[in-house]
Protein backbone atom coordinates (compact mmCIF):
# COMPACT_ATOMS: atom_id res chain seq x y z
CA UNK A 1 0.00 0.00 0.00
CA UNK A 2 1.38 3.53 -0.81
CA UNK A 3 2.03 6.28 1.18
CA UNK A 4 -1.14 8.82 1.06
CA UNK A 5 0.38 12.40 0.23
CA UNK A 6 -2.12 14.12 2.40
CA UNK A 7 -1.45 18.11 0.79
CA UNK A 8 -2.58 16.51 -2.37
CA UNK A 9 -5.74 15.03 -1.15
CA UNK A 10 -6.17 18.20 1.04
CA UNK A 11 -5.97 20.36 -2.33
CA UNK A 12 -7.85 18.18 -4.44
CA UNK A 13 -11.14 18.34 -2.23
CA UNK A 14 -10.48 22.12 -1.69
CA UNK A 15 -10.57 22.36 -5.35
CA UNK A 16 -13.13 20.36 -5.27
CA UNK A 17 -15.54 22.56 -2.82
CA UNK A 18 -14.62 25.04 -4.27
CA UNK A 19 -16.05 23.69 -7.75
CA UNK A 20 -19.01 23.05 -6.10
CA UNK A 21 -19.35 26.07 -4.29
CA UNK A 22 -18.59 28.60 -7.40
CA UNK A 23 -21.50 26.22 -9.33
CA UNK A 24 -23.97 27.03 -6.17
CA UNK A 25 -23.01 31.06 -6.40
CA UNK A 26 -23.37 30.78 -10.08
CA UNK A 27 -21.16 29.44 -12.40
CA UNK A 28 -22.73 27.36 -15.40
CA UNK A 29 -23.15 23.90 -14.45
CA UNK A 30 -20.28 21.37 -14.02
CA UNK A 31 -18.51 24.53 -14.64
CA UNK A 32 -17.10 25.04 -10.89
CA UNK A 33 -13.82 25.94 -12.20
CA UNK A 34 -12.63 24.74 -16.14
CA UNK A 35 -9.38 26.26 -17.25
CA UNK A 36 -9.70 26.11 -21.24
CA UNK A 37 -12.89 27.64 -21.41
CA UNK A 38 -12.41 30.64 -18.63
CA UNK A 39 -9.44 31.61 -21.09
CA UNK A 40 -11.73 31.50 -23.82
CA UNK A 41 -14.13 33.49 -21.74
CA UNK A 42 -11.41 35.97 -21.17
CA UNK A 43 -10.07 36.28 -24.76
CA UNK A 44 -13.73 37.20 -25.89
CA UNK A 45 -13.62 39.93 -23.03
CA UNK A 46 -10.73 41.51 -24.14
CA UNK A 47 -12.20 41.35 -27.91
CA UNK A 48 -9.71 38.23 -29.02
CA UNK A 49 -13.28 36.49 -30.58
CA UNK A 50 -16.90 37.63 -31.38
CA UNK A 51 -18.82 34.73 -29.80
CA UNK A 52 -21.04 36.61 -28.07
CA UNK A 53 -22.44 33.40 -25.23
CA UNK A 54 -18.68 33.16 -24.13
CA UNK A 55 -17.09 36.71 -22.88
CA UNK A 56 -16.33 36.89 -19.26
CA UNK A 57 -13.04 38.02 -17.21
CA UNK A 58 -12.84 35.31 -15.23
CA UNK A 59 -11.63 35.91 -11.64
CA UNK A 60 -10.76 32.44 -11.32
CA UNK A 61 -8.12 32.86 -13.62
CA UNK A 62 -6.41 35.66 -12.32
CA UNK A 63 -6.74 34.34 -8.68
CA UNK A 64 -5.42 30.75 -9.31
CA UNK A 65 -1.98 32.68 -10.92
CA UNK A 66 -2.00 35.25 -7.84
CA UNK A 67 -2.77 32.75 -5.34
CA UNK A 68 0.26 30.27 -6.65
CA UNK A 69 2.01 33.65 -6.99
CA UNK A 70 2.07 34.34 -3.49
CA UNK A 71 2.34 31.35 -2.18
CA UNK A 72 5.49 30.42 -4.48
CA UNK A 73 7.08 33.73 -3.38
CA UNK A 74 5.70 32.85 0.23
CA UNK A 75 7.86 29.46 0.32
CA UNK A 76 10.77 30.96 -1.88
CA UNK A 77 9.91 28.89 -4.58
CA UNK A 78 9.34 31.57 -6.86
CA UNK A 79 12.46 31.09 -9.75
CA UNK A 80 12.20 33.09 -12.99
CA UNK A 81 13.09 30.74 -15.57
CA UNK A 82 12.71 30.29 -19.49
CA UNK A 83 13.70 29.68 -22.44
CA UNK A 84 12.46 25.95 -22.76
CA UNK A 85 11.27 25.61 -26.35
CA UNK A 86 8.50 28.79 -25.48
CA UNK A 87 7.57 28.76 -29.56
CA UNK A 88 6.50 25.01 -29.20
CA UNK A 89 5.12 25.41 -26.12
CA UNK A 90 3.01 28.35 -27.68
CA UNK A 91 1.45 25.67 -30.61
CA UNK A 92 1.22 22.98 -27.92
CA UNK A 93 -0.84 25.19 -25.84
CA UNK A 94 -2.99 26.65 -28.68
CA UNK A 95 -4.06 22.60 -30.07
CA UNK A 96 -4.09 21.53 -26.04
CA UNK A 97 -7.08 24.40 -26.03
CA UNK A 98 -8.43 23.26 -29.70
CA UNK A 99 -9.26 19.93 -28.03
CA UNK A 100 -10.20 20.80 -24.62
CA UNK A 101 -12.96 23.02 -26.67
CA UNK A 102 -13.81 19.86 -28.50
CA UNK A 103 -14.96 18.24 -25.82
CA UNK A 104 -15.75 21.55 -24.17
CA UNK A 105 -13.92 21.42 -21.23
CA UNK A 106 -10.08 21.16 -19.58
CA UNK A 107 -9.02 17.83 -17.65
CA UNK A 108 -10.13 20.16 -14.67
CA UNK A 109 -13.51 20.34 -15.97
CA UNK A 110 -13.70 16.52 -17.03
CA UNK A 111 -13.63 14.90 -13.23
CA UNK A 112 -15.94 18.25 -12.71
CA UNK A 113 -18.22 16.70 -15.03
CA UNK A 114 -17.64 13.09 -13.96
CA UNK A 115 -18.94 14.59 -10.57
CA UNK A 116 -22.06 15.60 -12.12
CA UNK A 117 -22.99 12.17 -13.66
CA UNK A 118 -21.94 13.71 -16.79
CA UNK A 119 -21.12 10.46 -18.75
CA UNK A 120 -19.51 12.24 -21.63
CA UNK A 121 -16.73 12.94 -18.95
CA UNK A 122 -15.68 8.93 -18.69
CA UNK A 123 -15.72 8.89 -22.69
CA UNK A 124 -13.18 12.02 -22.81
CA UNK A 125 -11.75 9.96 -19.54
CA UNK A 126 -11.03 6.49 -21.65
CA UNK A 127 -9.30 9.80 -24.61
CA UNK A 128 -7.15 11.66 -22.12
CA UNK A 129 -5.37 8.35 -20.81
CA UNK A 130 -4.87 7.20 -24.46
CA UNK A 131 -2.95 10.75 -24.61
CA UNK A 132 -1.24 10.39 -21.55
CA UNK A 133 -0.24 6.65 -22.60
CA UNK A 134 1.50 8.34 -26.33
CA UNK A 135 2.64 10.87 -24.67
CA UNK A 136 4.91 8.93 -22.11
CA UNK A 137 6.00 6.61 -25.23
CA UNK A 138 7.98 9.68 -26.48
CA UNK A 139 8.85 10.29 -22.78
CA UNK A 140 10.40 6.68 -22.00
CA UNK A 141 12.36 7.19 -25.22
CA UNK A 142 13.85 10.91 -23.84
CA UNK A 143 11.39 13.30 -25.46
CA UNK A 144 12.47 17.14 -24.04
CA UNK A 145 11.68 20.56 -24.90
CA UNK A 146 15.39 21.29 -23.62
CA UNK A 147 16.41 23.32 -20.59
CA UNK A 148 15.40 26.34 -19.18
CA UNK A 149 17.67 29.12 -18.10
CA UNK A 150 17.78 31.51 -15.27
CA UNK A 151 16.26 35.12 -16.11
CA UNK A 152 15.55 38.06 -14.63
CA UNK A 153 12.88 38.12 -11.99
CA UNK A 154 10.84 40.36 -14.14
CA UNK A 155 10.32 38.17 -16.71
CA UNK A 156 9.11 35.49 -14.22
CA UNK A 157 6.36 37.86 -13.16
CA UNK A 158 5.06 38.69 -16.50
CA UNK A 159 1.59 36.47 -16.30
CA UNK A 160 1.11 37.67 -12.78
CA UNK A 161 1.43 41.33 -13.71
CA UNK A 162 -0.83 40.61 -16.64
CA UNK A 163 -3.57 39.23 -14.66
CA UNK A 164 -2.92 42.04 -11.82
CA UNK A 165 -3.56 44.46 -15.30
CA UNK A 166 -6.14 42.67 -15.90
CA UNK A 167 -7.86 42.88 -12.67
CA UNK A 168 -7.26 46.29 -12.55
CA UNK A 169 -8.98 46.71 -15.70
CA UNK A 170 -12.05 44.63 -15.03
CA UNK A 171 -12.37 46.85 -11.69
CA UNK A 172 -11.53 49.97 -12.51
CA UNK A 173 -12.61 50.05 -16.27
CA UNK A 174 -14.78 47.35 -17.02
CA UNK A 175 -16.64 49.09 -20.49
CA UNK A 176 -13.67 48.25 -22.12
CA UNK A 177 -14.60 44.67 -21.78
CA UNK A 178 -17.11 42.60 -23.45
CA UNK A 179 -19.21 40.83 -21.28
CA UNK A 180 -22.11 37.79 -22.19
CA UNK A 181 -25.56 39.13 -21.72
CA UNK A 182 -26.81 35.23 -22.25
CA UNK A 183 -24.95 31.57 -22.57
CA UNK A 184 -22.12 30.24 -20.25
CA UNK A 185 -20.09 33.62 -20.41
CA UNK A 186 -23.15 35.42 -18.45
CA UNK A 187 -23.29 32.87 -15.72
CA UNK A 188 -20.33 33.58 -13.02
CA UNK A 189 -20.12 33.36 -9.25
CA UNK A 190 -19.70 36.78 -7.79
CA UNK A 191 -16.58 38.69 -8.54
CA UNK A 192 -15.10 38.76 -4.69
CA UNK A 193 -16.14 34.94 -3.73
CA UNK A 194 -14.70 34.16 -7.14
CA UNK A 195 -11.34 35.86 -6.70
CA UNK A 196 -11.24 35.04 -3.37
CA UNK A 197 -11.64 31.01 -3.33
CA UNK A 198 -9.35 31.07 -6.34
CA UNK A 199 -6.80 32.37 -4.89
CA UNK A 200 -6.97 29.89 -2.22
CA UNK A 201 -6.55 27.41 -4.64
CA UNK A 202 -4.08 28.06 -6.68
CA UNK A 203 -2.03 29.12 -3.08
CA UNK A 204 -3.08 25.51 -2.38
CA UNK A 205 -2.26 23.72 -6.29
CA UNK A 206 1.17 25.46 -5.95
CA UNK A 207 1.80 23.98 -3.02
CA UNK A 208 0.62 19.90 -3.54
CA UNK A 209 1.68 20.24 -7.34
CA UNK A 210 -1.91 19.53 -8.27
CA UNK A 211 -1.50 18.60 -12.10
CA UNK A 212 -4.59 16.47 -13.64
CA UNK A 213 -2.36 14.85 -16.25
CA UNK A 214 0.74 14.54 -13.78
CA UNK A 215 -1.53 11.45 -11.87
CA UNK A 216 -2.50 9.50 -14.84
CA UNK A 217 0.79 10.36 -16.29
CA UNK A 218 3.42 9.14 -12.93
CA UNK A 219 1.55 6.21 -12.39
CA UNK A 220 2.31 5.13 -15.97
CA UNK A 221 5.67 6.13 -16.30
CA UNK A 222 6.52 5.71 -12.43
CA UNK A 223 4.03 3.83 -10.90
CA UNK A 224 4.27 6.61 -8.77
CA UNK A 225 0.26 7.51 -7.38
CA UNK A 226 0.84 10.95 -5.39
CA UNK A 227 -1.05 13.21 -7.64
CA UNK A 228 -3.81 10.92 -8.48
CA UNK A 229 -5.10 11.44 -5.00
CA UNK A 230 -5.73 14.65 -5.78
CA UNK A 231 -7.79 13.73 -8.88
CA UNK A 232 -9.88 11.10 -7.08
CA UNK A 233 -10.47 13.86 -4.21
CA UNK A 234 -11.44 16.62 -6.32
CA UNK A 235 -13.77 14.10 -7.43
CA UNK A 236 -15.13 12.34 -4.89
CA UNK A 237 -15.68 16.00 -2.95
CA UNK A 238 -17.53 17.00 -7.06
CA UNK A 239 -19.53 13.61 -6.20
CA UNK A 240 -21.19 14.05 -3.08
CA UNK A 241 -21.47 18.27 -3.02
CA UNK A 242 -23.49 17.37 -6.44
CA UNK A 243 -25.41 14.42 -4.17
CA UNK A 244 -26.29 16.46 -1.29
CA UNK A 245 -27.17 19.64 -3.45
CA UNK A 246 -29.50 17.58 -5.54
CA UNK A 247 -27.23 18.57 -9.11
CA UNK A 248 -26.29 14.79 -9.55
CA UNK A 249 -27.75 13.45 -13.28
CA UNK A 250 -26.05 10.56 -14.87
CA UNK A 251 -26.67 10.35 -18.16
CA UNK A 252 -25.06 10.93 -21.61
CA UNK A 253 -27.46 13.15 -23.23
CA UNK A 254 -28.64 17.16 -22.33
CA UNK A 255 -25.72 17.05 -20.13
CA UNK A 256 -24.95 21.09 -19.08
CA UNK A 257 -22.26 22.41 -21.54
CA UNK A 258 -22.08 19.10 -22.95
CA UNK A 259 -22.56 17.24 -26.08
CA UNK A 260 -22.58 13.44 -26.58
CA UNK A 261 -21.13 12.77 -29.81
CA UNK A 262 -18.19 10.29 -28.57
CA UNK A 263 -15.61 10.03 -31.09
CA UNK A 264 -15.02 14.02 -30.47
CA UNK A 265 -15.12 13.74 -26.77
CA UNK A 266 -12.72 11.00 -27.10
CA UNK A 267 -10.63 12.25 -29.99
CA UNK A 268 -10.21 15.99 -28.37
CA UNK A 269 -9.44 14.79 -25.17
CA UNK A 270 -6.75 12.00 -26.71
CA UNK A 271 -5.27 15.56 -28.27
CA UNK A 272 -5.39 17.36 -24.59
CA UNK A 273 -3.07 14.31 -22.48
CA UNK A 274 -0.59 13.80 -25.53
CA UNK A 275 -0.38 17.52 -25.81
CA UNK A 276 -0.83 18.45 -21.89
CA UNK A 277 2.43 15.29 -21.26
CA UNK A 278 4.42 17.29 -23.93
CA UNK A 279 4.08 20.75 -21.89
CA UNK A 280 4.60 18.86 -18.57
CA UNK A 281 1.39 19.57 -16.88
CA UNK A 282 -2.24 20.15 -17.72
CA UNK A 283 -3.73 23.57 -18.08
CA UNK A 284 -4.49 24.37 -14.64
CA UNK A 285 -0.39 23.59 -14.28
CA UNK A 286 0.70 25.91 -16.44
CA UNK A 287 -1.14 28.86 -15.09
CA UNK A 288 0.02 27.69 -11.79
CA UNK A 289 4.01 27.41 -13.29
CA UNK A 290 3.61 30.37 -14.49
CA UNK A 291 2.67 31.99 -11.24
CA UNK A 292 5.82 30.93 -9.40
CA UNK A 293 8.01 32.18 -12.48
CA UNK A 294 8.00 30.16 -15.08
CA UNK A 295 8.11 32.07 -18.35
CA UNK A 296 7.88 28.95 -20.57
CA UNK A 297 4.51 28.20 -18.83
CA UNK A 298 3.60 31.95 -19.54
CA UNK A 299 4.05 31.55 -23.29
CA UNK A 300 1.79 28.48 -22.96
CA UNK A 301 -0.79 30.06 -21.30
CA UNK A 302 -0.57 32.83 -24.11
CA UNK A 303 -1.00 29.86 -26.67
CA UNK A 304 -3.83 28.40 -24.86
CA UNK A 305 -5.45 32.05 -25.02
CA UNK A 306 -4.59 32.36 -28.85
CA UNK A 307 -5.96 28.63 -29.41
CA UNK A 308 -9.51 29.74 -27.76
CA UNK A 309 -10.04 32.82 -29.54
CA UNK A 310 -9.26 30.60 -32.82
CA UNK A 311 -11.35 28.10 -31.79
CA UNK A 312 -14.40 30.26 -31.69
CA UNK A 313 -12.79 32.92 -34.57
CA UNK A 314 -12.68 29.32 -36.68
CA UNK A 315 -16.33 27.73 -35.45
CA UNK A 316 -13.89 25.09 -33.74
CA UNK A 317 -15.20 24.48 -30.52
CA UNK A 318 -17.91 22.10 -29.84
CA UNK A 319 -21.71 22.44 -29.73
CA UNK A 320 -23.50 20.75 -26.50
CA UNK A 321 -26.54 18.69 -26.78
CA UNK A 322 -30.23 20.60 -27.76
CA UNK A 323 -33.47 20.05 -28.42
CA UNK A 324 -35.58 21.12 -31.17
CA UNK A 325 -38.90 23.14 -31.93
CA UNK A 326 -40.31 19.41 -31.26
CA UNK A 327 -38.39 18.96 -28.34
CA UNK A 328 -36.51 16.24 -30.44
CA UNK A 329 -32.36 15.24 -28.76
CA UNK A 330 -30.03 17.18 -31.50
CA UNK A 331 -26.61 15.32 -30.65
CA UNK A 332 -23.99 18.47 -30.59
CA UNK A 333 -20.34 17.88 -31.06
CA UNK A 334 -18.24 19.92 -33.72
CA UNK A 335 -18.18 21.03 -37.12
CA UNK A 336 -15.95 20.12 -39.95
CA UNK A 337 -13.34 23.05 -39.24
CA UNK A 338 -13.10 21.45 -35.90
CA UNK A 339 -12.46 18.14 -36.79
CA UNK A 340 -10.00 18.96 -39.66
CA UNK A 341 -8.17 21.25 -36.41
CA UNK A 342 -8.07 18.23 -34.23
CA UNK A 343 -6.72 16.35 -36.73
CA UNK A 344 -4.31 18.68 -37.53
CA UNK A 345 -3.48 19.27 -34.11
CA UNK A 346 -2.55 14.99 -33.92
CA UNK A 347 -0.03 15.64 -36.84
CA UNK A 348 1.50 18.90 -35.03
CA UNK A 349 1.92 16.86 -32.08
CA UNK A 350 3.49 14.10 -33.95
CA UNK A 351 5.72 16.00 -35.54
CA UNK A 352 6.87 17.92 -32.31
CA UNK A 353 7.40 14.60 -30.34
CA UNK A 354 9.43 12.69 -33.13
CA UNK A 355 11.79 15.94 -33.34
CA UNK A 356 12.40 16.62 -29.50
CA UNK A 357 13.53 13.38 -29.75
CA UNK A 358 17.55 12.70 -28.55
CA UNK A 359 19.36 12.76 -32.39
CA UNK A 360 19.62 8.64 -31.78
CA UNK A 361 15.60 8.34 -31.43
CA UNK A 362 14.85 10.50 -33.95
CA UNK A 363 17.06 8.38 -36.85
CA UNK A 364 15.28 4.85 -35.49
CA UNK A 365 12.24 6.70 -35.99
CA UNK A 366 13.08 8.09 -39.18
CA UNK A 367 14.33 4.61 -40.38
CA UNK A 368 11.37 2.68 -39.84
CA UNK A 369 8.75 4.81 -41.34
CA UNK A 370 11.57 4.68 -44.54
CA UNK B 1 26.07 12.43 -12.77
CA UNK B 2 22.80 13.30 -13.81
CA UNK B 3 22.48 17.01 -14.64
CA UNK B 4 18.73 18.12 -14.62
CA UNK B 5 19.18 21.58 -14.10
CA UNK B 6 16.76 23.91 -15.75
CA UNK B 7 14.13 20.80 -16.62
CA UNK B 8 10.96 20.84 -15.12
CA UNK B 9 8.77 18.14 -14.20
CA UNK B 10 9.05 14.88 -15.19
CA UNK B 11 11.72 15.21 -16.87
CA UNK B 12 14.52 15.08 -14.04
CA UNK B 13 12.89 11.59 -13.07
CA UNK B 14 12.75 10.87 -16.37
CA UNK B 15 16.75 11.17 -16.71
CA UNK B 16 16.93 9.63 -13.49
CA UNK B 17 15.21 6.21 -14.47
CA UNK B 18 17.13 5.95 -17.59
CA UNK B 19 19.99 6.01 -16.03
CA UNK B 20 18.82 3.83 -13.37
CA UNK B 21 17.45 1.52 -16.18
CA UNK B 22 20.42 1.65 -18.26
CA UNK B 23 23.06 1.19 -16.15
CA UNK B 24 21.78 0.14 -12.25
CA UNK B 25 24.45 2.31 -10.50
CA UNK B 26 25.03 1.58 -6.86
CA UNK B 27 25.24 5.56 -6.27
CA UNK B 28 24.04 8.59 -8.83
CA UNK B 29 24.27 11.61 -8.36
CA UNK B 30 21.69 13.93 -9.61
CA UNK B 31 21.51 17.73 -9.75
CA UNK B 32 18.36 19.64 -10.05
CA UNK B 33 17.30 23.21 -9.51
CA UNK B 34 13.68 23.03 -8.17
CA UNK B 35 12.04 21.81 -5.29
CA UNK B 36 9.50 19.71 -7.09
CA UNK B 37 11.97 17.92 -9.03
CA UNK B 38 13.46 16.98 -5.31
CA UNK B 39 10.25 15.55 -3.84
CA UNK B 40 10.15 13.39 -7.27
CA UNK B 41 13.20 12.25 -7.87
CA UNK B 42 13.11 11.43 -3.96
CA UNK B 43 10.03 9.07 -4.43
CA UNK B 44 11.33 7.95 -7.18
CA UNK B 45 14.63 6.30 -5.50
CA UNK B 46 13.17 5.89 -2.63
CA UNK B 47 10.45 3.50 -4.53
CA UNK B 48 13.90 1.70 -6.44
CA UNK B 49 15.83 1.28 -3.04
CA UNK B 50 17.81 3.82 -2.58
CA UNK B 51 19.02 6.04 0.53
CA UNK B 52 18.28 9.52 -0.71
CA UNK B 53 20.24 12.66 0.41
CA UNK B 54 19.74 16.69 -0.54
CA UNK B 55 22.08 19.01 -0.24
CA UNK B 56 20.87 22.56 -1.03
CA UNK B 57 23.48 24.85 -3.54
CA UNK B 58 22.91 28.26 -3.97
CA UNK B 59 19.35 27.80 -5.97
CA UNK B 60 20.52 24.19 -6.76
CA UNK B 61 20.30 21.21 -5.08
CA UNK B 62 23.00 18.24 -5.32
CA UNK B 63 21.12 14.81 -4.79
CA UNK B 64 22.52 11.56 -3.86
CA UNK B 65 20.83 8.11 -4.55
CA UNK B 66 22.81 4.96 -2.80
CA UNK B 67 21.79 1.94 -2.20
Not at chain 1, 107 to 121: K, W
Not at chain 1, 256 to 282: D, F, K, Q, T
Request: proline fraction near 4%.
Amino acid sequence: MKKVNWVVVIAGAAVGLAAVVLTALGNPANMGFCIACFLRDIAGAVGMHSAAKVQYVRPEIIGLVLGAFIMSVATKEFRAKAGSSPATRFVLGGFVVIGALAFLGCPLRMVIRLGGGDANALVGLLGFIIGIVIGVQFLKRGFSLKRAYEVRKAEGGVLPIVMTGLLILLLAVPTLLKFSEEGPGSKHAPLLAALVIALIVGALAQKARLCMVGGIRDAVLFQDFKLLYGFVAIFLVVLVGNLVTGSFHFGFTMQPVAHSNHLWNLLGMVLVGWGSVLLGGCPLRQLILAGEGNGDSAVTVFGMISGAALAHNFGLAGNPDSLNEAKELVVGGISNAGKVAVLLGFVVFAVISVMNLPKEETAAVAAKTH
Amino acid sequence: MVDARGYSCPTPVVMVQREVKKNSPAELEVLVDNQCSVENVTRYGSSCGYQVSVTPEGHDFHMTLKK
